[in-house]
């Protein structure tokens, strides 16, 4: 049973990523699903969340406008399209899903949410 974010690698400013979480062993059509980075340095920060069922995505400030949360239950996987990448938005990238008892169609970026955490993917944006 494990998360899996893949995707990440070396952008110049501007340009874009798609990150992918997967899920193996388990089903996450039924979670809600959350995204956060870490810089070096800094504490975990909660970038955007996914409710079941495509409950309506929450954005962090810092990046409303430029990442975009989606989900593909058939592939049980979900999606973080990240464009006009900053250097401030390097930093590790992890997904999350929370306990059951907790899912809702709405979700959460708050990290204290979730207690199940797949290993991240590195993303640096740097010219």
């Known amino acids: 049973v494990q998360l899996q974010a893949s995707g990440g690698g070396l952008v110049q400013p501007g340009g874009s990523l798609r990150l992918s979480c997967t899920a193996s062993?388990?089903?996450?059509?039924?979670?809600?699903v959350g995204w956060f980075r870490q810089a070096p340095g800094k504490g975990r920060e909660g970038v955007s969340c996914i409710g079941k069922d495509d409950g309506r995505p929450l954005y962090g400030d810092s990046v409303k406008g430029r990442f975009t949360i989606s989900r593909d239950d058939a592939k049980n996987t979900i999606y973080l399209q990240m464009d006009g990448l900053e250097p401030e938005d390097t930093a590790i990238y992890f997904c999350?899903?929370?306990?059951?008892?907790?899912?809702?169609?709405?979700?959460?970026?708050?990290?204290?949410?979730?207690?199940?955490w797949g290993q991240g993917t590195l993303v640096t944006v740097s010219s």
């Open positions: 062993g388990f089903t996450l059509a039924y979670y809600e």
């Open positions: 999350a899903t929370p306990p059951l008892s907790l899912v809702s169609s709405s979700c959460s970026t708050q990290e204290h949410h979730y207690n199940f």
